[in-house]
């Protein structure tokens, strides 16, 4: 299995612009997370989704930030209009459905981005 | 509300050393996951274990063993003759158990680096 595939891996983008971070998950995870890291905070939950379908999204910062995932293969993390504070590796992961008791989460590379 | 407590931020061994990361955590759940993971170098999340509230026997995998105790909150790791490739962040990270709805949202701690040299 390639495993959990994110593009692109770096972005540099001008503040003010919009950004789209991509993910497709582990085939047959039926959970998708996308997660930020900072220096300052460390990994935190952005938002997860269940069968496509968007369940906790209270680590959103805010309204600049959205995610979808329109089907079982791909989701996507959009921030309009960036800002340098949006700066961070943003992570997606995906895991197996928990009732089978194998929650484990596998992560991507990530995506630096970094907003000037 | 969950946490995980990982208070060592930076430790540094010469290799072959042994060495043992914390880690703490906090849960109204009377059942919950546990787990850690690697961030080498080059950044991506490695996952190493995870391990079920249920079961407090201890695991070996090569040099790496975990013991959970659950008397005192925690589930330490410890990396036996270590080596220059185990350098890296290491993360504990907690979820809730089957029954909890939160089975899958993890919460990590903070993170151990490591450094092992020659």
């Known amino acids: 299995d390639a495993g959990v595939i994110q593009s692109p891996r770096h972005e540099v983008t001008e503040m003010g612009q919009e950004v789209t971070l991509r993910c497709k998950p582990i085939s047959g995870h039926d959970y998708l997370f996308w997660y930020r890291q900072t220096m300052m905070r460390g990994l935190e939950l952005l938002i997860y989704f269940n069968n496509n379908v968007p369940i906790d999204d209270s680590g959103m910062p805010e309204d600049r930030f959205s995610a979808k995932m329109p089907n079982a293969s791909f989701s996507t993390l959009k921030i309009q209009p960036s800002e340098p504070r949006d700066s961070a590796v943003y992570f997606c992961?995906?895991?197996?459905?928990?009732?089978?008791?194998?929650?484990?989460?596998?992560f991507g590379q990530g995506t630096r981005l970094t907003v000037v | 509300a969950q946490k995980v407590t990982q208070a060592q931020t930076e430790i540094s061994v010469v290799e072959k050393e042994d060495v043992t990361l914390d880690c703490v955590y906090e849960t109204r759940d009377t059942t919950y996951y546990l787990f850690w993971y690697k961030q080498p170098p080059s950044g991506e999340l490695v996952f190493l274990i995870r391990r079920n509230s249920f079961d407090e026997q201890n695991e070996i995998s090569g040099r790496y063993s975990w013991n959970f105790q659950k008397s005192t909150s925690s589930f330490n790791f410890t990396i036996t003759a270590s080596q220059v490739v185990d350098s890296a962040v290491y993360f504990c990270a907690l979820s809730g158990g089957l029954n909890t709805g939160t089975a899958s949202k993890l919460t990590f701690g903070t993170g151990t680096r490591l450094q092992v040299t020659l």
């Open positions: 992961a995906s895991s197996l459905v928990a009732g089978q008791g194998r929650t484990e989460a596998f």
